[in-house]
């Protein structure tokens, strides 16, 4: 198919799924799409956001995705700004406003075990992004905390499935290099939906942060845990560099260093 026509088809499931949605159905054509699925704290939020070069997406101590949020990125020429199917009239170009809506809506249908399978969609329009589809999942957890359903645990790990299972779905499992990867909460859901391992990119995330002396060359060699598309790894902003406002460009430099001056990387 010429390219200028799968963009066409592209804009027009995305058309239908859309308006159906707002009109509470659904429609089975999968397209591909690529969902960042992590356990809480691994980075997810801010690997997500990297596609984007905006911070948009909700942060906090407990868990915030309590929904999913399903984001469209449209190339563009001229302003940044970002639509959601529940306000379709409205422009948004301040994108901490964005977040601020992300986190209403999401109160606003909290779900009756504190999760919703009602996505949130919004459209982001931008000269700097590539035609993409993204999936923002709720946070594999392992252990509830107070104020969490005895079966939160089922009830994410369900939602989360319910996406990664489409045969096109590329998973992104996104992997904290300072914990264990042998109990890697992504790769362990990833793995019920993708046995072979066919559609999964692990993302290493705080490589800054592994003990001195230590490294995960072996896992970005595809040795220890094999994946058919690999590993890459990949420097986020820490919470310091969030509240002091760094931004991409300043992430971007930071990670090139990173990976230059590191004798196992470069």
Known sequence: VPATQERDLIDVVNELQNKLAASGHSVDISLPQIAVVGGQSAGKSSVLESFVRKEFLPRGANLVTRRPTIVQLIPSQGEEYAV???KPEERF????????E???ETNRDPGPKGFSTNPISLKIFSPNVLKLTLVDLPGVIKVTVQGQSDDSVQVVRDMVL??????K???LAVIPANQDIANSDALDVAKVADPERERTIGVLTKL???DKGTDARAILENKMVYLKRGFVGVLNRGQKEIDDEKDFAFILEKERKFFAEQECYK
């Open 208 to 210: 800054d942060l592994m």
């Open 93 to 100: 170009t301040d994108f901490k406003l964005v977040k601020k």
């Open 162 to 167: 319910q996406y990664i299972q489409k045969p």
């Open 102 to 104: 992300i986190l209403e």
């Open 169 to 171: 779905c590329i998973i």
């Open 84 to 86: 959601f199917l529940h």
